[in-house]
């Protein structure tokens, strides 16, 4: 009888996997379809699937747009971004978590308060600040708002998986005659690889599809990124929504391709996290 209920509950998580998978992919797929049919054919039949894979749309994005100039800016300001909060943020987290000191707890908790308060909400003093430092429409800019807002989740994630690491670790590699920068970089952050991608994930997406930031701080359209660019492409009077919808295909698939990469990583945090 057991066996029967466990079957049935299974089946039913299963089930609701499966539904919620669909709810979240026909959108995605609904997209890429329409990127390969032309206006008319979007307006006639917009949930069939195209008459044809014509790759018109596609080639009309990437040479007769600016979309590669906004592809770079967003790789550029991305990519900077995920360095520095790993690199500021796993420094933090191993102090944190492998050191005892006196502000050990206040400093955890100064990093944690940020995971609690918005950066949106201070965002005309953060105006203020950055054009003091002649920061308003630069790429160092946005990246460093982005570092500030990603910074508290990656100490957070990195300090609960760092302090579950055994300290005999540590201790024979100092017996071996290592250093305490070598312990760090060597030892401990090899086997912390599952929480930084976990972090990896949880700031790159966000800060890719981030529209907000770049619409207040970037200014001129040489330094916009793929959110606030692709707005470009809705006209005041008429937009060809094949184009738009090529240009949202492209967008998503780098992200969409550093999440499946990484996904065997992602996952096998998460269970030793839950596991531990």
Not at 112 to 133: E, N, R, S
Not at 169 to 176: G, K, S
Not at 210 to 239: A, C, H, M, R
Request: hydrophobic fraction near 55%.
């Amino acid at each position: 009888m057991g066996g029967k209920g466990e079957w049935a509950k299974n089946g039913m998580i299963q089930a609701f996997l499966a539904c919620n998978a669909l709810v979240m992919l026909y959108p995605l797929a609904i997209m890429v379809m329409s990127s390969f049919k032309s206006n008319a054919e979007i307006f006639s039949s917009p949930f069939a699937l195209p008459a044809g894979f014509d790759l018109t749309n596609l080639r009309e994005v990437w040479t007769g747009t600016e979309f590669v100039r906004y592809l770079i800016n967003s790789i550029v300001v991305t990519a900077g971004s995920i360095v520095l909060i790993l690199l500021f943020g796993t420094m933090a987290a191993y102090a944190i978590a492998r050191y005892k000191f006196t502000l050990n707890a206040a400093i955890f908790l100064f990093f944690v308060a940020g995971l609690m308060v918005p950066l949106k909400l201070a965002i005309i003093p953060l105006f203020i600040q950055l054009d003091h430092l002649g920061l308003i429409d630069t790429r160092l800019g946005l990246v460093l708002v982005y570092v500030a807002m990603g910074l508290p989740s990656a100490v957070f994630i990195l300090t609960g998986f760092l302090r579950t690491l055994p300290g005999e670790l540590e201790e024979a590699a100092r017996i071996e005659g290592a250093s305490e920068w070598r312990v760090m970089w060597q030892v401990m952050l090899p086997l912390a690889r599952p929480a930084m991608v976990i972090a990896v994930i949880q700031n790159a997406v966000p800060i890719w599809n981030d529209f907000f930031f770049p619409l207040v701080f970037i200014t001129s359209d040489d330094l916009k990124t793929l959110p606030q660019g692709l707005t470009v492409f809705v006209g005041e009077y008429n937009t060809d929504w094949g184009v738009l919808f090529a240009g949202l295909t492209l967008a998503a698939l780098p992200i969409s391709i550093v999440y499946i990469l990484m996904s065997r990583q992602f996952i096998a945090g998460m269970t030793q996290g839950a596991i531990k």
